[in-house]
């Protein structure tokens, strides 16, 4: 007997007392728990968001909607980045005053390619306050999962408020499981067993948030 059939027989051995009948699991499983812990305003939502991506270690920016290009070109020149990454759906307005060169987002770059591009610049998905997270969904602001891991530099604008949510549960309704999510809570980082802290060991080394308000694109439904 191969070690597929034993499994198969355990499963078989385990379900067969279970009726036709059974309660179905998406019945069984309450689902009535909190969708955020207490009642903020929009603008506590956003400070929350902001203070805990401060504490992941994420510089935090904040402009209005027309300053953002300006803020990108004094960030990228601030960096010394020669190469940006780019993504095909970013707004072209948001590079208006960045002088570094523009690498696209190609299926064929290699990962030496990419470690060699000194920033990258994305749009998000949503960003959840309670968890200081940011989530990336590989739409065309965002690009493909590969070019905010490998670059050293990530910068990631956030729509504020509409693509801001206080908890997790908030968040997965505006998420499609289909796509290859990222889930981003400051830069990448690691710890020894000394418990001494690494950062840059499978992702960027210094991620940067820019909270712009006053965009255009309506809240996400």
């Given at each position: ?62 402009c209005a909607d027309e300053e953002l290009p300006d ?55 949503v960003a959840i306050a309670e968890t200081g997270t ?88």
């Open positions: 007997m191969s070690s597929r059939e034993r499994i198969l027989g355990r499963v078989r051995r385990a379900l067969a007392d279970v009726r036709d009948d059974d309660t179905p699991y998406e019945q069984a499983v309450r689902r009535d728990y909190l969708s955020e812990h207490g009642e903020r305003s929009v603008e506590e939502t956003v400070e929350l968001l902001a203070e805990n991506l401060a504490d992941y270690r994420a510089i935090v920016h904040r803020v990108l070109g004094r960030l990228l020149a601030a960096r010394g980045a020669r190469t940006v990454l780019v993504p095909p759906g970013l707004p072209e307005r948001w590079l208006e005053a960045v002088d570094a060169t523009r690498v696209p987002d190609r299926a064929a770059s290699t990962p030496h390619e990419l470690d060699r591009v000194d920033s990258v610049v994305t749009g998000c998905a940011i989530v990336l969904d590989g739409s065309p602001d965002q690009g493909r999962r590969r070019i905010t891991l490998v670059p050293d530099h990530h910068i990631c604008v956030v729509r504020v408020p509409a693509q801001v949510v206080s908890s997790v549960p908030q968040a997965m309704p505006r998420l499609d499981p289909a796509r290859p999510l990222t889930w981003i809570s400051g830069p990448s980082a690691t710890s020894d067993i000394e418990l001494d802290r690494v950062e840059g060991v499978h992702g960027p080394r210094t991620l940067e948030v820019v909270l712009v308000s006053g965009d255009e694109v309506a809240p996400l439904a």
